[in-house]
């Protein structure tokens, strides 16, 4: 992650992003990214005047369609144990390893 700008102290503020300093359109991405992954009949138009304090109709269907990529191919992947390459030769990255040892 850090080749594309994401540093270990970001990626870690994540997690429990809503007690974090991350900015509060960073919090607004995760919270959007939460709902669409799990609750996504919960978005209402509070939320949605929130986000668009934030990002444009634009950026918002953006955003919003490459969640919702990325969680239909997660989901695809642990239904069928797909693995990429890299996760299959041991090469992962801590935060997709239980025993967050690289």
């Keep these: 992650m850090k080749q594309k700008g994401l540093s270990e102290e970001k990626v870690q503020k994540m997690i429990d992003f809503e007690n974090s300093d991350l900015t509060e359109r960073e919090k607004a991405v995760l919270r959007l990214t939460e709902i669409i992954a799990r609750e996504p009949h919960t978005l209402d138009d509070e939320f949605f005047a929130k986000l668009k304090k934030h ?39 801590e935060i997709f390893r239980k025993d967050n040892a690289c």
């Design 55 to 93: 990002f444009s109709d634009e950026q918002l269907l953006d955003l919003g369609f490459a969640v919702g990529l990325l969680n239909g191919l997660h989901g695809f992947m642990e239904t069928f144990g797909v693995l990429p390459d890299s996760l299959q030769e041991g090469n992962a990255c």
